[in-house]
């Protein structure tokens, strides 16, 4: 027998799961953000085609913005980070596995807490909202985050059911959003050389300049998204493992708790309009098939 279905519903569990919740979709927002200024990026080498004598000025301008960009890259997969250890906390408690540092990528619980506690006072409405809503309210929160989990279930049949609903929500989306990367590279790479083709040199540098950060943006998505999937691969294999195994040993639910948290740690994250516009059918799927 367990008792995840009440136990996720406690106040501090709760908490956590605001802030995991939160915490993503900062990380994600910010990276939004730096693929704004890379845009900018790529229109002032556009500019700087017509406006004859400025290039260096629109040269440095354009350092600048990537400067200010990959600063900003960096705060999103700290931020990204962090989220995945609230996550781990999360789990590592309802699950009954042990807890230190070393499980939690050398975040504490307490820094993991206070950085909760601060969100929850920061933004209290948003706070009230999310740990009173589910998934499939509008707006939706983190109230009954594991659905389906009978309490009649032993231990680890419940905590495998978890962690195969850690896997399902993404596994329906990333094939659709690793498309629009590649028709993302391949429209900037026809955008780029349709306006840089037989021009001069310092016009060609600047554009390759101005073009390297939506660029390496997109393509770190697409990586990103490759590493996902195969590490989705490999914990495929392990819950196929344990489905066709007549018992399910404890070890083997722990590796892949291990997996499941470096998936969450890849810095990859399917965008929250994608979420937004099919959790309603998503949740309507686990629901029916499982």
Same mark, same amino acid.
């Given at each position: 027998m367990n008792n995840i279905k009440n136990? @996720? #519903?406690?106040?501090?569990?709760?908490?956590? /799961?605001?802030? @995991?919740?939160?915490?993503? #979709?900062?990380?994600?927002?910010i990276k939004y953000y730096t693929i704004l200024l890379a845009?900018?990026?790529? /229109?002032?080498?556009?500019?700087?085609?017509?406006? +004859?004598?400025?290039e260096v000025y629109f040269t440095i301008a354009i350092f600048f913005i990537t400067a200010i960009s990959k600063y900003l890259q960096n705060n999103s997969y700290k931020i990204n980070n962090l989220a995945a250890a609230t996550q781990e906390l999360i789990d =590592? =408690?309802?699950?009954?596995?042990? +807890?230190? #540092? =070393?499980?939690l990528d050398n975040h504490t619980i307490s820094e993991i807490l206070a950085v909760a506690k601060d969100l929850k006072e920061k933004y209290p409405e948003k706070y009230l909202t999310n740990i009173n809503n589910t998934g499939t309210d509008s707006p939706n929160g983190v109230k009954d985050w594991y659905t389906n989990i009978s309490s009649n279930l032993q231990v680890n049949d419940a905590i495998l059911k978890c962690q195969?609903?850690?896997?399902?929500?993404?596994? /329906? /989306? +990333?094939?659709?959003? =690793?498309k629009i990367l590649i028709f993302l590279i391949l429209f900037v790479v026809i955008i780029f050389l349709t306006l840089y083709w037989n021009q001069s040199v310092c016009n060609l540098i600047i554009g390759v300049i101005s073009s390297f950060s939506i660029c390496?943006?997109? +393509?770190?998505?697409?990586?990103?998204?490759?590493?996902f999937k195969s590490i989705n691969t490999e914990i495929n294999y392990i819950i196929d493992t344990l489905d066709r195994s007549n018992t399910i040993n404890i070890n083997d639910l722990k590796e892949l708790q291990a997996k499941v948290f470096a998936r969450r740690k890849s810095g990859f994250n399917v965008p929250s309009v994608i979420h937004k516009i099919n959790r309603i059918t998503i949740?309507?799927?686990y629901n029916r098939d499982n």
């Open positions: 136990d @996720q #519903n406690k106040e501090q569990n709760l908490l956590l /799961l605001y802030s @995991q919740k939160s915490l993503y #979709n900062k990380s994600k927002k845009l900018v990026c790529f /229109l002032l080498g556009i500019l700087s085609k017509s406006i +004859i004598g400025c =590592r =408690r309802l699950f009954g596995f042990e +807890i230190e #540092n =070393r499980h195969k609903q850690n896997i399902y929500w993404d596994k /329906l /989306l +990333i094939g659709f959003y =690793r390496e943006i997109i +393509i770190k998505e697409f990586l990103m998204a490759t590493k949740h309507h799927k």
